[in-house]
């Protein structure tokens, strides 16, 4: 009988054990029954905007004493699609153009002196045994020795030279070329530009009206002529205009569009790019303008629209004569402004001997001009046609 006793007591206890172990687990028994954590991943939408997803949870965590048989939650639902980025090169609110057309590139930097320019060039091309190796920098001076060494030998003179305007006397002094780009859309201030004292040099966009007329006018008044080639700009909203060079298309292709843009009138000593920021850092489309250059005869000006331009690089390649923009003046619309820019002009000119500056037809820069252009002799400067500075560095990286 003790025995027994004994016996149910034992199984007694072990029962209440278990009930209690069952309705009470321990912390770490509730801690095995969650769920797997949420991850969270963080991650930049098509906007910009920083997102937050859940990796790997398909509910939130249940109390620790209810069962989960399925999810309490649907799953989330995908992000809507981010709205298409906006481009950074966006037209500011002084539009800098009118009549409606747009004739630079948006935000361009308006002042770059020349020691500050950084160029990623691409290696040289396998010199001639008998050429002496070029020096490590910079890079364009072989291509002016040779040049320089072409036209002592008694070599037909390129059209560049024989279309150039002649320069006044310079003496001492530090010279000045103002180039006026997108010419002969509006004809207007065109004429109001051509008007102006000279030698000015500017620069005429392929798809300006009649032309040999406007650039006919243009030398007659003393100013030298360039051709203003649109090339495609890195903002994918802004035109170039029609008969652009653009990064993608064929060999075959941007020799057509040359050969058109450079058949509208006759005289001029070079090119320039028009917008051209992403055009200009694609090196096999600048070879082929390179290539088209050097068949002519005439030089290139690198508007410097990207400070990644290869177009100076592949110039100096080509063995083509070339000098590179140093100031916008023009990219905020203020006569006050303008002043400015070319205050910072007579800087660079005074500190290495020259300066080139790009303007364009508007009221504000022809009254700046009006005002600037007769104060240059007792400030030691000189205005000058861009070929005499072209002439004197002759293919040097500037």
């Avoid at 950074?88 to 002042?111: I, K, Q, R």
């Avoid at 691409?122 to 001076?141: M, T, V, Y």
Wanted: hydrophobic residues 40%; charged residues 15%.
């Amino acid at each position: 009988m003790t025995v027994f006793v004994l016996a149910l007591c034992i199984t007694t206890s072990l029962a209440l054990g278990g009930w209690a172990l069952w309705s009470n687990p321990s912390p770490k028994s509730a801690a095995t029954s969650l769920p797997p954590p949420i991850h969270l991943s963080s991650a930049l939408s098509n906007d910009g905007q920083r997102v937050i997803g859940a990796e790997g949870a398909s509910a939130a965590p249940p109390p620790p004493s209810v069962p989960v048989t399925e999810p309490l939650a649907a799953p989330a639902q995908p992000l809507p699609p981010a709205a298409a980025p906006q481009d950074d090169t966006s037209t500011p609110s002084s539009a800098m153009g009118y009549n409606g057309h747009l004739y630079e590139e948006p935000n361009t930097p308006g002042v770059r002196i020349t020691d500050t320019l950084s160029i990623q060039e691409p290696p040289p091309p396998p010199a001639a045994p008998q050429a002496p190796a070029p020096k490590p920098a910079p890079a364009a001076k072989p291509a002016a020795k040779q040049t320089a060494e072409q036209l002592a030998g008694g070599m037909p003179s390129p059209a560049w030279l024989k279309n150039a305007t002649p320069p006044p006397a310079t003496g001492s002094k530090a010279q000045i070329a103002i180039v006026i780009d997108d010419m002969g859309v509006d004809v207007k201030r065109s004429a109001r530009i051509v008007a102006l004292p000279g030698p000015l040099t500017t620069s005429y966009l392929t798809y300006g009206h009649n032309l040999p007329e406007q650039t006919r006018q243009a030398r007659q008044q003393g100013h030298e002529l360039m051709v203003h080639f649109p090339m495609e700009p890195q903002a994918k909203n802004v035109d170039p205009g029609p008969d652009a060079l653009r990064v993608g298309l064929d060999d075959a292709e941007i020799k057509r569009r040359l050969d058109l843009g450079l058949s509208h009138f006759d005289g001029y000593v070079g090119i320039n790019n028009h917008m051209g920021s992403k055009f200009t850092e694609n090196a096999p489309g600048m070879r082929d303008v390179m290539q088209a250059l050097k068949a002519r005869g005439v030089f290139w000006l690198d508007s410097r629209t990207s400070p990644k331009s290869v177009g100076e690089a592949m110039a100096a390649q080509a063995g083509v004569p070339h000098v590179g923009r140093h100031v916008f003046l023009d990219n905020d619309e203020s006569v006050s402004s303008v002043m400015t820019q070319l205050a910072q002009l007579e800087k660079i000119a005074h500190k290495q001997g020259y300066a080139i500056a790009i303007g364009h037809p508007r009221d504000q820069t022809i009254a700046a001009l009006a005002s600037w252009l007769p104060s240059l002799g007792q400030k030691g400067l000189v205005l000058v046609p861009l070929s005499t500075i072209v002439r004197e560095r002759n293919g040097q990286v500037d």
